[in-house]
């Protein structure tokens, strides 16, 4: 089976970068990304910076307007979030926002979509966090929403907590039937349901592979029994690399991100392409990773140059 990359910016703190410039880094990442053969790149659509990746207080880039610029930057890669959160926006805005940035980009959006989780966020923004389960509902609502906007012409939705009246969106996306919708997460019960019903994509974040084979399975089930054809769905897994041209760079690297040291994916090219073989063979189709030190580049070219080429069509 063959797997596919996307490269993630869930970073904009680079050394001797001023705001000014900063997204002119951006742009370098993402061109890179693109050059090197990628076929994704996403961003985070977060408020503040979240913990994990940086301090709360470092640059963060509002998401879609991140994508709509480097649409113009870019001519090849898809493009999207991993993933929004639903409490941020009206279903139907996103939609239009998303069929806009499908426009500028010539079909090359893709609609990344969660139940949000940052409670800060919304606190220091005024935003409503309603408890978990509300969160599901409303992802439910907008899931639906959002397909009936890239698919009918003037469709009407009455839930509980959003409704749209003969909504329009146009222009329409590029190609019929919208942007691929991915949907993240790893609730079995609820999420796993909803991407069965609703997704193209699937994406589980910060797993093992047993972890990422087991969820797999489960979604199987779900789309058994709503009658979905289970391999419709890309079934993609989001994990953070830390690589380094040979033993003496990585142990220097170790040395620097002690916090990362339990994670697999650590190592030359040649032990971390053993380590993205194993969620291939849990199941992983589209493997999405974000890079430590990723300001320097170099790492993604190591990526490109030296394990990419282990995997049969690693563009898609």
């Not at 999207?80 to 980009?105: E, F, H, M, W």
């Not at 760079?249 to 002690?258: C, F, G, L, T």
Request: charged content about 25%; hydrophobic content about 40%; overall charge negative.
């Amino acid at each position: 089976m063959s797997v596919w990359f996307g490269y993630h910016l869930p970073s904009y703190t680079h050394p001797d970068t001023k705001a000014e410039t900063l997204f002119d880094r951006v742009v370098e990442q993402a061109k890179a990304a693109e050059e090197a053969g990628f076929g994704l790149v996403t961003v985070m659509d977060h408020l503040y910076q979240i913990g994990g990746v940086g301090q709360v207080d470092e640059p963060m880039l509002e998401g879609w307007l991140t994508l709509a610029a480097l649409a113009r930057e870019t001519k090849r890669v898809r493009l999207g979030t991993l993933v929004t959160g639903v409490t941020y926006r009206n279903p139907a805005l996103l939609a239009k926002q998303v069929t806009t940035l499908d426009t500028i980009s010539g079909g090359r959006a893709v609609l990344g979509l969660g139940a949000a989780w940052n409670d800060a966020e919304h606190e220091g923004y005024g935003y409503e966090f309603p408890p978990v389960g509300e969160r599901m509902d409303r992802l439910d609502e907008a899931l639906a929403i959002i397909k009936l906007m890239f698919t009918e012409d003037r469709p009407s939705f009455h839930g509980e907590h959003y409704q749209i009246e003969r909504a329009l969106n146009v222009p329409r996306p590029v190609h019929p039937g919208g942007p691929p919708i991915l949907v993240g997460g790893g609730g079995e019960q609820r999420t796993l349901r909803l991407v069965a019903r609703y997704a193209d994509y699937y994406n589980i974040f910060n797993a093992t592979p047993d972890e990422v084979r087991h969820k797999y399975a489960v979604l199987a089930e779900r789309c058994r029994e709503i009658g979905r054809d289970y391999g419709q769905i890309v079934k993609t897994c989001h994990a953070t690399i830390l690589i380094g041209r040979d033993e003496a760079d990585v142990a220097v690297k170790r040395e620097r991100h002690r916090w990362f040291l339990g994670n697999p994916l650590i190592g030359t090219p040649a032990q971390v392409a053993e380590g993205v073989r194993a969620y291939q063979a849990a199941g992983a189709e589209y493997f999405i990773f974000n890079l430590q030190d990723a300001h320097l580049i170099e790492p993604l070219y190591l990526m490109a140059e030296q394990v990419i080429p282990a995997f049969a069509d690693a563009v898609r």
